[in-house]
């Protein structure tokens, strides 16, 4: 049998009830065609980077799948008709990763990456104004009459 890792998304307006009796159904069918369902991790309802079928965000579900290909067409065939998956990918894969995947390592590192400001360097200084240096260094500003007459906003008079 191969090893394939399956992601589906599914609408945001079902429940996760829904969504853990889809992946229970699913599992049945891969069991019935002699397959077995390694691993399932649920990553939540996140954001989607544009709408699909009006969407806006959906849940992401991870299978780790030993199954025979013919188990895995008839799972995705299964999936067309359901009304609640907008979209799935399989792919084969030599050998299943050990642990969590990348979205659920992801998750807890996000705090260590974001507090702090060491991968961009240290932050300036309000003293310290940056390449053109202060006002003080450039001289005094140039008298108004150097610019031309000044002009009144709104005046009546004219």
């Not at 992601?7 to 009796?21: E, G, H, K, P, T």
């Not at 369902?37 to 709408?51: I, M, P, T």
């Not at 991870?62 to 990918?89: C, G, K, T, W, Y």
């Not at 053109?132 to 009459?145: A, L, N, Q, T, W």
């Amino acid at each position: 049998m191969a090893l394939y890792e399956h992601v589906f998304l599914a609408r945001q307006d079902i429940s996760n009830q829904q969504v853990d009796q889809l992946v229970e159904n699913l599992r049945g069918i891969l069991e019935a065609g002699g397959g077995k369902v390694a691993k399932v991790e649920n990553w939540g309802l996140k954001s989607l980077a544009y709408r699909i079928d009006k969407n806006r965000k959906a849940y992401y579900t991870l299978m780790n799948i030993d199954a025979p290909a013919s188990a895995v067409q008839e799972m995705e065939r299964q999936m067309r008709f359901n009304e609640d998956v907008i979209r799935f990918m399989t792919i084969r894969v030599d050998a299943h990763e050990e642990g969590a995947s990348a979205m659920m390592q992801k998750r807890d590192d996000r705090g260590q990456r974001r507090g702090g400001r060491d991968d961009r360097g240290p932050r300036r200084d309000r003293d310290d104004r940056g390449p053109r240096g202060d006002r003080d260094d450039r001289g005094p500003r140039g008298d108004r009459e150097d610019r031309g007459p000044r002009r009144e906003r709104n005046s009546d008079s004219e």
